[in-house]
Nanobody
Framework: QVHLVESGGGLVRPGGSLRLSCAASGDIVVLNIVGWYRQAPGKQRELVARITNIGTNYSDSVNGRFFISRDNAAKMVFLQMNSVKPEDTAVYYC??????????????WGQGTQVTVSS
């Protein structure tokens, strides 16, 4: 099993910056894919950014403003959010596809952290 805990959410003014963190724990052998998704009220959950074995992907709406990174040794995933806009307001979820000895490769989700962009 893998447990994900997000932190760093909160209230930020338009144009400001915020950094989200996600800590992974458990009997992790390898983190195959790591990423961030978000869900705004009344909308479906959508991809924000992810790192795969092939490369890094960003949604068009955040490309150039948000930056995803990972620390493999610490089993951490980060999302640096710059030049935020009110439409970035959502619950942000950490996602990993991880291989563990007990369950093989599976998808795991964090509990989410609220980001609110407002003046």
């Amino acid at each position: 099993q893998v447990h994900l805990v997000e932190s760093g959410g909160g209230l930020v003014r338009p144009g400001g910056s915020l950094r989200l963190s996600c800590a992974a724990s458990g009997d992790i052998v390898v983190l195959n894919i790591v990423g961030w998704y978000r869900q705004a009220p009344g909308k479906q959950r959508e991809l924000v950014a992810r790192i795969t074995n092939i490369g890094t992907n960003y949604s068009d709406s955040v490309n150039g403003r948000f930056f995803i990174s990972r620390d493999n040794a610490a089993k951490m995933v980060f999302l640096q959010m710059n030049s935020v806009k009110p439409e970035d307001t959502a619950v942000y979820y950490c996602y990993v596809n991880s291989y563990t000895w007990s369950t093989g490769s599976r998808d795991y989700w964090g509990q989410g952290t609220q980001v609110t962009v407002s003046s």
